[in-house]
Structures are given as C-alpha cells and as structure tokens.
C-alpha cells in the first residue's frame, strides 16, 4: 500500500493516496522522545539499553503494543520510505524482500533524526511482515470482497508468516553497527465455513492486514496451530529481537 | 494448590489455605449471568449459543480475557472443586488427569446452579492446564526460589503445556450432554541466563503461575517458538473449543 507514511495496520485518511488508514500520526517538526524509564524491561538488556534511545520505525499498533509488554520506552516514527516504489519480483525470496523493505523503514528514520540534528545514541528498528502461501506472497486486502477471497484462500491450509528487522545502532557521530533478521512461522488455518469467513469479515478486523486476520483478535479463532514464534505473526518477533540486540550491543561495546 | 475457590493465577487471601492469590472473587449466595450480547461474537456459534448462558467455571484472568477477545457474553463463577484432593499418580498421563479436573471444575458449578435453582439452558465450561517436562508434572511456584528453580530447569529446554477442557450443556431439566478434549502445545525455552532468570522474577510475574512464566506478559522474552495453539499455552485452546462446541451443538440440536 502507497502511503505517505509507513503504516501497517493503521487507518487514517492519507491526503496523497485517499486510503483510509487507522490512528492518525501527527509528524512533528522536530522529534521528541520519551524519556528514559525502562521500569520493567528484563535484565540485562535493561542495562545495555541504558544509554540509548529506542526508536520502532513503525507506528502498527501491534509492534507498539509487544514493544510496551516487554517494557521497552520509546518513541514510535513514521517511516518515509516509500514501499510501494520496491518491487516484491527483485528479490529472489520473500526473505530477502521484507529484509530490504525493514532495512529501508529504519535507514529513513536514522536520516531523518540525522536531519533533525537530534544527536546521542539511539538504536532505529524497522520491520515489514508478509503472508506467503503456495501462490507466492499474499497482499492486505482494502475491500471486504477481497478479504473474503484471501481467508476461502487460506482456508484449511498452512500459510508462512515473514518478518523482517532491521536494528541500526548510532552513535553520536552517525552509524556505528546495524543487524538484520528474518523470522518465520508456520501457521495451519482451520477449514472455515463460508458463514464464519462472511461474519469474520463483517467486523471489520481483515481489512488491511496481512493475510486479512489478526491472530491478537477475533482471528484466533481461524487458526489452529502455528509453529515458531506467536509475536512474529502479530507482527514483530521480540524473543528473536532481544537475543539479536543484545548479542550486537556486547560484541560492538566499547 | 488447594483453595477455597478454583484458581489459575490468581491472588487472594483464601482463609482456608492462607494463600496469596490474584483477584479476590465475591461469591454471591444466588448467581447472577451477564445480559445477552454476543455484540462481535462470529457466526455460527453466535447463533447457536443464542439460547444459552455461557458459564466460565474459572475465575483465571487469562481465561476470562481469551473469551472476552472472542466476543463471548458469559458469567465467570469460581468452582468448589477440591483440585487438591486429586492424586496425579492416580492417573496413567497428565491429559487424563487435567481432563478429571477440568471435568470436576464445570460439575462443581453444574451443582451449584441446580442448587440456586437456576434454570434455563446453560453451558459451563471447565479447564485446567498443566506443564509437562521429562520430569513429569511442574507445579506452579508460590516462591521466588521455587520460580528461578522452575526456570533454570526449563531453559534451553522443549516442555509440552497441556489443556483439558470439559464442556456440560445443561437443559431445562438437568445434563443433557457433555464433551472433553485436550490440547497440547510444545515450547520451546531460549537458553536463559541467570541475570535474565532473576531479573524476570523480581518482576513477580512467575509466581503462582503454571511453568513460572506467562507467554502473554514479559514471558514472551523466554520463548523462542511454539507448536500448536499458542492460546492453549496462556491458558485456553480458543479454536479447537469453538469447534468441538459448534459441533456438539449441531450434532445434539433438536
């Protein structure tokens, strides 16, 4: 989808492209963060997170809640980077494409906060989630008819959940080390009923996410089991995540 | 653990036992259901469930909040069943065991409501989950000491979480009909350190918790994946009941 800001499952109207997207984000000039508190994040990327800002390049309500459960303070921005200019056909795996689109959401959040001049450590964290059947990737539906075709797709079967993160740690004098991942999971739909589809639909709760369902949601009730991590199909893997972000920050601190 | 009320991660004083546990529950000497709704409940279940009360035979917050997230309009009553009576070893295997319990929860309330002559038709659900790890049965820890115990031996480890869920509908002249089943879903632990282990103690949030953990709170750091249904492992199996439940209801529809 073609917005003016990076969003995923948001819904607010977007003066460039006319969608309709959920929780509108007021851009600041100059951005401001939260401050410092990390009143419940775990030991020890409690401490090795002590200096730093955390950014989400994300404004998804889903990331913002995991990030908020695991305790992490920080300030969620919009991306600027345009998705819609990336074609999924350059890349030779949906791996490879989420990786880059994670990548590109994080790298126009460091730029901006360069722009800005807004100076000190800070850690920027973009992430891109895909669905992927036999079929190839399966995009977010923006019509209720269309919805209904992807879940009667998905019905019965299993389907691949792919998200990638990007983390670009930088310093006071610009980047200093950056790391990316991939995280899958398998997900097996239950075969569902053309009346649950329809009442599935009808509240509303596909529209506009991948692969049309929200596991967090009433989706949770298409699905009957999954294999790998459950946050990486709500949209961000945060035990991959903190393994990733702490093993960065011990092997590059100085 | 024995207590004058069931409970799954609850906190109140039980005079009985001397136990902390969560949430205090007021008993009312006549039960009062919930109002009708089903507002965001899905179809076909909706309708089925039309003339029923929907009865949780558990006061656990994750329960209580798993049918909430699926739109379910019920009443949560705690059950006078003496889980503290029941010897595992009685049992051939731990699914055996938590379906026994699951069983004795919803007759326990199935009784009571004959007792307060609540009439009407009624479907009391009862549940009760359990870790299994090579060792057999891991209780819930009432002790940070037992709590970082419990951890140290899950890290790095596979264990299974199992669900036994008993279902009685009851019509306006007594038990018409029943069902049981059991879920299971393996875990597999990241390799914890000790700092992380003490540091998510301290939070308080392993205690008196099946395994030491909650997936859905600051325990999603320690696990690196799942197979299965990863709401069996908060405490409920959403999908596998919703079905098991429309076709009980079908199959005995009159």
Not at 92 to 102: G, N, R
């Amino acid at each position: 989808m073609r917005s003016c800001f990076s969003s995923f499952n948001q819904r607010y109207f977007c003066k460039n492209t006319g969608h309709i997207i959920l929780n509108p984000v007021v851009v600041q000039s100059t951005t401001r963060f939260a401050e410092p508190g990390f009143a419940m994040m775990l030991s020890p990327l409690k401490e090795l997170l002590r200096e730093y800002r955390m950014v989400l390049a994300s404004t998804s309500a889903q990331r913002k809640a995991i990030w908020q459960q695991m305790g992490i303070n920080f300030s969620a921005l919009p991306s600027s980077f345009d998705e819609e200019s990336v074609q999924q056909t350059a890349f030779k795996t949906p791996s490879d494409y989420v990786c880059y689109l994670a990548n590109g959401k994080a790298s126009a959040v460091v730029q901006k906060l360069k722009d800005e001049r807004n100076t000190g450590r800070s850690i920027v964290v973009g992430a891109d989630t895909v669905i992927v059947a036999e079929t190839g990737i399966i995009g977010k539906p923006h019509t209720k008819d269309k919805a209904m075709e992807t879940l009667g797709y998905l019905s019965g079967k299993t389907h691949r959940v792919i998200t990638g993160v990007a983390i670009i740690v930088s310093g006071d004098t610009g980047v200093s080390f950056d790391d990316s991942f991939v995280s899958t999971t398998e997900v097996v739909f239950s075969s569902l009923s053309k009346e649950l589809i329809q009442s599935y639909v009808e509240t509303g709760e596909p529209l506009n996410k991948a692969g049309a369902y929200g596991i967090q949601g009433l989706g949770s009730r298409l699905v009957e089991s999954i294999t790998g991590d459950y946050y990486n199909v709500v949209g961000f893997p945060i035990n991959q995540f903190c393994e990733r972000l702490e093993a960065l920050l011990r092997t590059n601190s100085t």
